[in-house]
């Protein structure tokens, strides 16, 4: 058992820290928890399904701007085959945990990078056609309605997982991707794996970034573990909710948690 508990602290310990220290109302999420139902009991009115169709349905058969235009609210916009709970369950999770060590801006653009990748992944594969293996789509995808925020929940789970360093549960949820393609080769698990390339794009961007400009933020002090496994002296206190409030906050927001081994060291 102590070995458990030592692995999920080690695993875990420097998110929920995170969310300990930063804890606030999420509101973004509970905005976009707030919004998703609107927008589910709205379509399955017979007058509101055709006004939510226009203003947040993205098809690759559709004229790019269009679909781009729609983008942002589709994220919202719960798939009408699929419960409408786990939509809900996933943003408030998801969403939540982010918006509070990230911020709700930085919650959003990663949330929108993923949802963006998908549907442009959609158009690229249905170009290339269901005779090119993995890529490739039928063109009859092309008319699928494409709404709903896995691809974002992906996205931002994945980016959650390399910032606090929590990498076997990063590693699960692309296994776990991978293998939903492997399984059902279809628009919306080929559209996560997009999501989660982008996001690891972004990752390796800016651990590229942080080895150019030195590694970690000056001066807020070495990080340490106490024998009960709270990180006391943590260099990220900023929390989650609100703008930088440290010179350096910003940068730091996007980088991963500094690992044991790398606590005591400066940029």
């Known amino acids: 058992m102590n070995v458990v508990a030592r692995w999920a602290r080690a ?8 969310v300990r220290r930063g804890w606030a109302v999420p509101v973004m999420t509970v905005s976009a928890v707030c919004t998703t139902s609107v927008l589910q009991a709205v379509q399955n009115l017979d007058w509101g399904y ?14 790019l701007p269009l679909a ?33 060590c990230l911020g709700w801006w930085r919650t959003l653009t990663i949330a ?46 994945v980016f959650l997982a390399w910032r606090y360093r929590a990498y076997v549960t990063g590693g699960v949820v692309v296994l776990a991707m991978l293998v939903e393609v492997a399984v059902k080769p279809n628009l919306a698990g080929k559209e ?29 002090g070495r990080a340490e573990w106490d024998e009960a496994g709270v990180r006391s002296g943590h260099p990220y206190e900023g929390g989650g909710g609100g703008g930088p409030t440290s010179p350096g906050e910003f940068d730091d927001r996007f980088r991963p948690v500094p690992s044991r081994g790398e606590e005591g060291r400066e940029g």
Do not use: N
């Open 11 to 18: 695993e875990w310990g420097p998110l929920w820290l995170a």
């Open 50 to 63: 055709q006004a939510v169709q226009d203003l947040g349905a993205v098809r690759a058969q559709d004229p």
């Open 68 to 100: 781009l235009l729609r983008t942002p609210l589709s994220l919202f916009v719960p798939a009408l085959d699929l419960p409408v709970w786990g939509a809900l369950a996933q943003i408030l999770l998801v969403f939540g945990l982010a918006e509070i």
């Open 112 to 157: 929108y990078l993923a949802t963006l990748a998908g549907t442009l992944y959609a158009r690229t594969g249905i170009a290339l056609g269901p005779d090119v293996p993995v890529l490739g789509l039928p063109a009859s995808d092309a008319k699928i309605v494409d709404t709903g925020p896995s691809a974002a929940v992906v996205g931002l789970a």
């Open 192 to 220: 996560h794996v997009a999501a989660i390339l982008a996001v690891a794009g972004v990752v390796g961007v800016l651990e590229w970034w942080g080895r150019r400009s030195g590694g970690r933020a000056r001066g807020h």
